[in-house]
């Protein structure tokens, strides 16, 4: 297993644009987070899969967020109507459990451009 | 809610010099603490991570921490910097049992390391 593994790693779109990064965990983690990391800042958590199941979406999440993860392997992230705003780095973990064996291992992220 | 407070936002340090990266924590309940590495336009690395038992905790790269509960503090400390360890820390927090929302993240502190 080559670890979590995040696509693309560079985004530019232009705004108003829609845009979807795919996340693929490591295989026997069944839990599966989003964050998004502005300049200066650590993570902030957007959402999280326990296998299939969203359970839980911060309220950074607007309407224009939407994430999925069927068959709760891989996960796609998607904005709708990207703005300037939305320029970030986006970050996935999967973890086993709460992480206690063996932390939350991230990807290395994509980073997104809105001009 | 848990919440993370890393006071310095930079530390420079000089080569070979030991460093010390404060981290405070704020939780009604028990956690997982952990302290992650980020370099330059890439994801997270776990350095090391406490869960329960010994309060010292050693990582990879030298890194050790300790965590003191009266103080709710895990701080980062390692002996001897090197020029490769100039990054980005982050100290986080998850509930026992981990949370809805995974890990909590400080602000970050940018270790610089001076010839």
């Known amino acids: 297993d080559t670890g979590v593994s995040q696509n693309p790693r560079h985004k530019i779109t232009k705004r108003g644009q829609n845009v979807t990064f795919r996340c693929d965990p490591i295989?026997?983690?069944?839990?599966l987070y989003w964050y998004r990391q502005t300049l200066g800042q650590g993570p902030e958590f957007l959402t999280y899969?326990?296998?299939?199941?969203?359970?839980?979406k911060s309220r950074l999440l607007s309407d224009r967020f939407s994430a999925e993860r069927p068959k709760g392997s891989f996960s796609t992230l998607e904005i709708q109507r990207t703005e300037q705003g939305d320029s970030a780095m986006y970050l996935c973990?999967?973890?086993?459990?709460?992480?206690?064996?063996?932390?939350?291992?991230f990807g290395s992220g994509t980073r997104l451009t809105v001009v | 809610a848990q919440s993370v407070t890393q006071l310095d936002s930079q530390v420079p340090v000089f080569e070979e010099a030991p460093v010390e990266l404060r981290c405070n924590y704020s939780?009604?309940?028990?956690?997982?603490l952990f302290w992650y590495v980020q370099y330059p336009n890439q994801g997270l690395q776990l350095l090391l991570k406490?869960?329960?038992?010994?309060?010292l905790v050693k990582g990879i790269n030298g890194f050790e921490a300790e965590f003191n509960k009266s103080q709710t503090s895990f701080h980062l400390r390692k002996p001897s910097v090197h020029i490769s360890d100039t990054a980005e820390y982050f100290c986080?927090?998850?509930?026992f049992g981990g949370g809805a929302d995974g890990l909590t993240f400080g602000k970050g502190t940018h270790l610089i390391i001076q010839p």
């Open positions: 939780s009604s309940v028990s956690v997982y």
């Open positions: 406490y869960l329960s038992g010994s309060t």
């Open positions: 986080a927090v998850t509930l």
């Open positions: 899969f326990q296998n299939e199941a969203q359970l839980e």
């Open positions: 973990a999967s973890s086993q459990g709460a992480g206690e064996r063996d932390g939350y291992t």
């Open positions: 295989s026997e983690h069944n839990r």
